[in-house]
Structure formats: structure tokens, C-alpha cells
């Protein structure tokens, strides 16, 4: 099959310019200013648009295997398409957890028969499992997810000899969900003394606290400092945390310390609650308006390398409650893309810069092979949307199993019209193609 889209303004590698993109057998064979001459299987028209590199989301929980209920690989990779997603990285966080070699062995099976787009999956970390790190198959995974605070799956990490051991042990990409729980547990003590057994989830954000986040993203970064492990720090929600990440950049081959932001950390704040309820409930929480502030400032100065979702559905009735009843998590694989296109409408960053957050960077922070840029040889992973298109988000839209998203109602000015995986039209005319099978993703963890 050869293809090409014409008429596009394309945005790679800092810069927005309009031409001719080619595809052949799935790879990008020649990217012009001018419109070739030879003849095509298909043309696709994509004037008005800008063509972006797929969106690379490194951190998702896609609930398979074991808790199906809330969402399935075949589920969320559709939503993914929807969204312009055309590759994520899935969480160790399900039943059973991927803390075996069999367990990552089983998902990479699910996922050849039901992943819409290409996947990969992170190994999980837990308090003596770290001999196994050596036989892990580094070129087909990110990285290795360690959790230093207690979340949805309950894989806390909380031996310091433990944490010594993986810090010093692991030599692939370490990303670490960085909350005190000995701090997150006092603090909910006195929330329940003050307020009963189920706070409102208002105080969500005065429990999951930015000390207990500060606290220990801290220990996280002194930890990868002393070992020269590679870190990266998933979901950074404070405006403090930010300090630790001043020099995202690749300093030398001993220390390379990354953060990444939420899509929902950065257009949500606490207050947003009052009108939403659990629907954002996450962890860690959504914090101040300074907090969002200043989160959307490091997304321009380095101090955020990656933007991805934390995609991590619950069915409606799991997220009723307050601060301990209710579910924390939440879809948001399908909107993220046009969420943040609003927020460089209203001036947070550029779109060259959202590429660089959400395509580029990924691919580079984790060796990802041939994808993350439109360039002569990659694999044709590519999302074309259309500016000034109003639509509004409502239910019969939602691809993920859960059928509800925090963005109900609300209308975006942006729209996905076409999302190639692999050169193929995964997502076109609104319509998820499901006859498409994502690749598994390789890594070259050797040029980190």
C-alpha cells in the first residue's frame, strides 16, 4: 500500500511547515514540499489540519488482565485511536500484578490479539523481586514502575532496604509514583477525626498532600542520585517538585532525572471538585490553582519532559464516596490530545511545544525505536486534527468500557479526524477501525 497526505501543516522537530508526507507498507518514505508525481493507492486531504506524530502516552492503566470490569486492552486501545494515541505503556498494577516474567509475558499475548495500537508494558517493582531485573527483556519494554507510595493495586514499596537495592539494581528507566504514605496516613487520622469516616472528596488534595509528595519525590531523586539510575518521576502534581527537576536535560551518563505531568493535573485544579466530585479523584491529587499555575509554566522550561494521562478507569459506582470510599482514578486516554490543543489556544504553549512534550520526548526518554517523529524510515504513526471544529464530548462518543469521562459535556474546538498505526487507519470518519492490530513496541535502552 502506498499512501499520502497532502495538504497538511505538519509539526515535527520544532517547527510547523507545510508538504507532502508519503507512505509506504506502513513506514514514512519520504516527507516533501512538493507533491509527487507517482500514483497512490490512497490520497488523504488533509488541508486545514495539522499532522502530528502519534502520541506516545507512557503511563496508562488499562485494567488486563483480572479487572476487566472497568476496562480491557481492546477497550482502551480503541479509546487511545479516538484520541490520536497511537502507543502507550501499561502499568503493572492488574491481576495478576506484572511482577513475573510470565505475568509480562501473558499481557504481551493479550495484547497482540487486542490492541488497536502499538503497546508495550512496564514491569512492577516490588519489595524482593529486584533479582529478577536482569532477565528482563530490555528491548521490549519502557522500563520497570516502582511504586513509593500506596495506590490503586496496593504495590507500595516501602523498605528502604528495598528501595536501595532497586535503585542500585535497576538499569533501565525507573519510573517511581512518589507519595509518603506514613504522611498521607497521618494526615487521614486527623481528616476522619475531624470530619468522619469518609471525608468529602474536597480534602482529597489535604491528604494526598504536597509534603507527602515533596517528601518523597525528594527521596526518590537523592536515591537516583547516589546509584546513577536512570529516574523518571510519574505525575508530578506540586509546584515544590518542580525544583528537584531543574535540569531535565541529559546531564552526563550517571544522572538523568525526568517528570512527568497529567493531562488532568494540568487543566483541573481542587476546586474543580465542587463541580465534578470523585469523577477526579486521583492519585496524587489534583492540587492548588498555583499548583496548575506552575505546572503549565515547566511545561515551556525543561522542568517537564513528558505529558501522558495516568488513563486509569473505574466503573461510575466505584467513584461515589469521599476521600476513602471513592476510586481514585480516572479515563482520559481518548481527550487528552484535545485537551491540551486547548491549552495552546489559550496560550500555555505552542503546538510545536505539545509534540515535543508528547511525542518526542517520550520516544527519546525511553529509546523507543522508529516512533515519536515524522521522519524517513519510521514506522507511519500519525494524527491529523482540525482546528475550529466544535464538538461537544457525550456519552454514545466514549470509547473507554466505563462510559463516563470528567470531560462529559464539555466542547472542544479541536477534533481528531484521522489517526494511522502503522500507516493504517485506525481511526477515521469517528469510527474506530477494530480489524487493526497494533505492533509491540522496541526499545534501545543502549543509547539512554
Not at 488523504?44 to 489540519?49: F, H, L, R
Not at 509480562?104 to 516490588?126: C, D, I, Q, W
Not at 510519574?234 to 531543574?246: I, M
Request: charged residues 25%; contains cysteine; glycine residues 6%.
Amino acid at each position: 500500500m502506498r499512501l499520502l497526505i497532502k495538504g497538511g501543516h505538519i509539526v515535527n522537530e520544532g517547527r510547523t511547515s507545510d508538504g507532502f508526507i508519503v507512505i509506504e507498507d506502513g513506514n514514512i518514505i519520504e516527507i516533501t514540499k512538493q507533491q509527487p508525481e507517482a500514483s497512490f493507492d490512497e490520497t488523504i486531504d488533509a488541508s486545514g489540519c495539522y499532522v502530528l506524530p502519534g502520541v506516545i502516552d507512557d503511563h496508562v492503566h488499562f485494567r488486563e488482565p483480572g479487572l476487566t470490569a472497568k476496562a480491557d486492552i481492546d477497550t482502551e486501545s480503541r479509546a487511545a485511536a479516538a484520541g490520536g494515541v497511537t502507543s502507550y505503556f501499561d502499568m503493572p498494577n492488574c491481576v495478576p500484578q506484572t511482577t513475573t516474567l510470565e505475568a509480562l509475558e501473558e499481557k504481551f499475548a493479550l495484547a497482540r490479539e487486542k490492541s488497536h495500537v502499538n503497546y508495550s508494558f512496564f514491569f512492577g517493582a516490588t519489595n524482593d523481586n529486584c533479582d529478577s531485573f536482569a532477565q528482563l527483556p530490555v528491548e521490549r519494554i519502557p522500563g520497570v514502575k516502582l511504586f513509593m507510595g500506596s495506590s490503586t493495586g496496593n504495590m507500595l514499596v516501602d523498605r528502604q532496604e528495598a528501595l536501595e537495592r532497586i535503585f542500585k539494581t535497576c538499569r533501565l528507566p525507573l519510573m517511581a509514583h512518589c507519595e509518603d504514605t506514613d504522611i498521607i496516613n497521618r494526615n487521614m487520622e486527623e481528616a476522619k477525626k475531624a470530619w468522619g469516616d469518609d471525608p468529602q472528596v474536597g480534602l482529597h488534595a489535604l491528604i494526598r498532600s504536597e509534603e507527602a509528595c515533596l517528601a518523597s519525590s525528594r527521596k526518590a531523586v537523592e536515591l537516583a542520585k547516589k546509584y546513577g539510575t536512570r529516574l523518571h518521576v510519574a505525575h508530578v502534581s506540586t509546584a515544590e517538585e518542580l525544583e528537584l527537576f531543574a535540569n531535565s536535560q541529559k546531564p552526563n551518563a550517571n544522572s538523568w532525572i525526568t517528570a512527568e505531568a497529567c493531562v488532568g493535573h494540568l487543566y483541573f485544579t481542587q476546586l474543580d471538585h465542587e463541580r465534578l466530585g470523585a469523577k477526579i479523584k486521583v492519585n496524587p491529587s489534583i492540587k492548588t490553582p498555583v499548583d496548575q499555575f506552575m505546572l503549565r509554566e515547566a511545561l515551556n522550561d525543561g522542568r517537564i519532559a513528558v505529558v501522558a494521562t495516568d488513563h486509569a478507569p473505574h466503573l461510575l459506582e466505584q467513584k461515589q464516596g469521599g476521600c476513602v470510599k471513592a476510586a481514585s482514578g480516572m479515563p482520559m486516554i481518548q481527550f487528552s490530545l484535545v485537551t491540551m490543543l486547548e491549552l495552546v489556544d489559550a496560550g500555555v504553549l505552542t503546538i510545536e511545544r505539545l509534540v515535543e512534550l508528547m511525542c518526542h520526548n517520550p520516544a527519546r526518554l525511553f529509546g523507543v525505536r522508529q516512533r515519536g517523529f515524522l521522519r524517513k524510515g519510521y514506522r507511519a504513526d500519525i494524527t491529523i486534527v482540525r482546528p475550529k471544529s466544535p464538538w461537544t464530548v457525550t456519552k454514545d462518543l466514549i470509547e473507554s468500557k466505563c462510559k463516563w469521562s470528567p470531560m462529559e459535556d464539555h466542547t472542544f474546538n479541536w477534533k481528531v479526524e484521522r489517526t494511522l498505526c502503522n500507516g493504517h487507519s485506525v481511526y477515521a470518519n469517528g469510527q474506530v477501525n477494530t480489524h487493526i492490530v497494533g505492533e509491540e513496541i522496541r526499545f534501545n535502552h543502549s543509547e539512554l
